[in-house]
């Protein structure tokens, strides 16, 4: 009764509706005020039922080829949903991918997804690393036939979506509404931001130098990032080309989406192909190893300049580090509404 009430409240043609950002417990998602509104889907209304089985398909190794693997074997919550220190991930029978693990927090606000932004929507993407040889490596379609042997699955479609007809695109739907919930702001900066708790002087020298050498450029606003895709001067030439690979256009060659500054002391190796295995790496290459190239120079101009000009000291540099360390979120990490069900 409960499930066809919230879903006869819903219509499909419903626009998408402003959630108001509320701190409180009987919200499904809630987000602090420092972050910006939030966006539901209408045509993927959140529910409790939705939340609780994409947690189960999350976590469940019935996802991949041979029982082996779920989303969460490279997306583990411990290190804020990244790969266990791994610069790129391993599959089915332990072959390698090509690039490092994304975190998957605050993608509610997010509409470019991948490290080339090849998709746009949760729902979209949750069946690719489902479908990717070199992750989980079966069609959906073989999926949901395992999960129809299920009783409990039978049972926690039937709650999500008013009936227990288990498909691909319902199975994508309550992993989007999953992957949507985890939203990461309650790090000790934002508990600085809200008055709770005070910085440390070192952190507050760090803030003001990113802010000096113009890493808010790009990782800006409350989610640390723009979003947005950038040629950071990684290299001369591109053996991945990110999102120029996608769009297929040469000036969009060796841009990669921004990743969030959050929880970065927690999601080591760094980059796209995870060259960097330390924050002090990170800060000597944006320091002093910024390569301009042909699609780094018309973008980041005036960032390498100024990063190339003026070299950190190390003490900036340990400061600047601290800064980011205040960004981890020991309560997202931690949080039971995104662990391990089977457990
Ligand atoms: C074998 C390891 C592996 C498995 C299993 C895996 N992922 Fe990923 N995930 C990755 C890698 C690597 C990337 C970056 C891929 C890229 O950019 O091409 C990624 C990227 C993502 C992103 C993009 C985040 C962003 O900021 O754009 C999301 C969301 C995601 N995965 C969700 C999932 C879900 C849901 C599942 C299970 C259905 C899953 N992943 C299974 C390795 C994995
Ligand atoms: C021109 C935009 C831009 C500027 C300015 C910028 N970044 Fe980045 N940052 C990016 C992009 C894009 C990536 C991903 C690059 C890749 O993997 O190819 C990235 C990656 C990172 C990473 C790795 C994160 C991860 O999860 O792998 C860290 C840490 C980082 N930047 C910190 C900084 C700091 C500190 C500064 C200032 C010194 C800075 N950035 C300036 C765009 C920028």
Redesign the pocket.
Known sequence: MFVALAFSSCKPDEPDTILKNQKNDTALISVSSEMPPIVKFSDNPITKAGLDLGRF??YDTL??QNNT???????NQAMAFT?NNKK?????VKQL????????FN?IW?D????????SR?KQ??????Q?P???NITPEAVVEKLKLSSLYKLKFKNAFGSDTITPERLAMA?EQ??MSIVSDNSRFDKSKRGEVALTPEENRGFEIAGQKGCFNCHKTSLFTDNLSHNTGLDLYFTDKGLGGFTKKYNQEGKF?T?SLRNVALTAPYM?DGRFETLEKVIEFYDHDVIPNLNSRNISRTFIEQATRNRISQEDSKALIAFLNSLTDYDMVTNPKFSNPFK
């Not at 693997?69 to 997306?75: E, G, K, V």
């Not at 993407?125 to 489902?130: C, Q």
């Open positions: 398909l999350f996802l991949s693997i779920s989303c969460a074997s490279c997306h790969d790129v991930s391993e599959g089915t991918g090509t690039r490092n693990a994304m975190p998957t993608l997010f470019s997804l991948f490290w080339d932004s090849r998709a949760l993407l949750a069946l690719m690393p489902i990717n070199l992750e989980m992993l999953f992957l989406k990743p796209h």
